[in-house]
Nanobody
């Protein structure tokens, strides 16, 4: 059983920054998604199993950065230049498919965190 524990959400003003953390119980290909009320879950960023490849949605490219601390088994999502439209519940996800590359579809992930709320005020 893979455990993912997210933290770091909160309320921030437009233009501000937040860093989300996702503590994992092992090493996996990882992704970050978000879901706003009434909308489908949206892919944001992915990191390959090796950590050598990253992939971003156009909506966050240049503003968000995914990274990993292997010693802590933690994946981060650094979010800069936040906008009110970034308001959503943010989820990290893990793929246990082995040494795979970046994955950007929800069904490619096996385990999900509980979600953390990010609210950006204008």
């Amino acid at each position: 059983q893979v455990q993912l524990v997210e933290s770091g959400g909160g309320l921030v003003q437009a233009g501000g920054s937040l860093r989300l953390s996702c503590a994992a119980s092992g090493r996996y290909a990882m992704g970050w998604f978000r879901q706003a009320p009434g909308k489908e879950r949206e892919f944001l960023a992915a990191l390959s199993w090796s950590g050598g490849s990253t992939y971003y949605a156009d909506s966050v490219k240049g503003r968000f950065t995914i990274s990993r601390d292997y010693a802590k088994n933690t994946v981060y999502l650094q979010m800069n230049s936040l906008k009110p439209e970034d308001t959503a519940v943010y989820y990290c996800a893990a793929s246990t498919a082995g040494r795979v590359g970046v994955r950007n579809l929800p069904h490619e992930y096996d385990y999900w965190g509980q979600g953390t709320q990010v609210t950006v005020s204008s």
